[in-house]
Every structure is written in structure tokens, then in C-alpha cells.
């Protein structure tokens, strides 16, 4: 029989958790640590700017600041949406968040 660690059981247990999740549930976790997320980064396929996000996530238990969608085109990425909860962080910080998130997947 093989030994796990239990940081391996907790992760895996943790993403078997996601994996039964809607795609709103897996964005709200993936947003809840930070208060910031991007349309590349999350992996519910949920495009960002459609959705009502703050009642969603109202629905979830959120109980944060405003949640700002907000958007930039660049030039060689394309064009980029975010969400963040202005309690947290301002539009500059999140701009910069994005920023680097660009610059890191152009290196």
C-alpha cells in the first residue's frame, strides 16, 4: 500500500472539491484569497464581463467591497478582463496586478 503525505491528501481532496463545483463556485474560491482574478487565470471558463458577479457571489456569501470589473487591450496579449474587490485594492493596483500577469506570459 502506498504512503501519501497529507499535504498530497488535503490538495487532492481539495481539487476532487473543485472539480464538482459550477464554474461561479470555482471563480468565487479562486477570487475569494485575493480580491483579484483575470479572465486568463481562472480555469471555470466563465467570461468575466457578462456575468453579475457581485450578486453571484452574494449568493456565495460574499460579504466584500464592490466588485469592479474592469478591462485593458494589449497589443500582443489581446484583450484582458479582470474583476476586484475595490475594498481591497484600487483600480491602479489591479491594473498593475494585470500588468504583470501580461508581462509574465510574454517572457
Not at 463556485?25 to 458577479?53: A, K, M, P, W
Not at 484600487?90 to 491594473?95: D, F, I, K, L, V
Request: hydrophobic fraction near 35%; aromatic fraction near 14%; glycine fraction near 8%.
Amino acid at each position: 500500500m502506498p504512503i501519501y503525505s497529507l499535504n498530497w491528501v488535503q490538495e487532492t481532496k481539495v481539487s476532487e472539491e473543485k472539480e464538482n463545483l459550477s464554474g461561479i463556485e470555482q471563480l468565487f474560491l479562486e477570487f475569494r484569497g485575493y480580491g483579484y482574478i483575470n479572465d486568463q487565470q481562472t480555469v471555470s471558463g466563465i467570461i468575466l464581463h457578462h456575468i453579475d458577479v457581485h450578486k453571484e457571489f452574494s449568493k456565495l456569501g460574499y460579504e466584500g467591497g464592490k466588485i469592479i470589473c474592469a478591462g485593458h487591450t494589449y497589443p500582443i496579449h489581446g484583450a484582458i478582463y479582470w474583476i476586484y474587490d475595490s475594498s481591497i485594492i484600487s483600480y491602479e493596483e489591479s491594473r498593475r496586478l494585470t500588468d504583470h500577469f501580461v508581462e509574465m506570459q510574454n517572457i
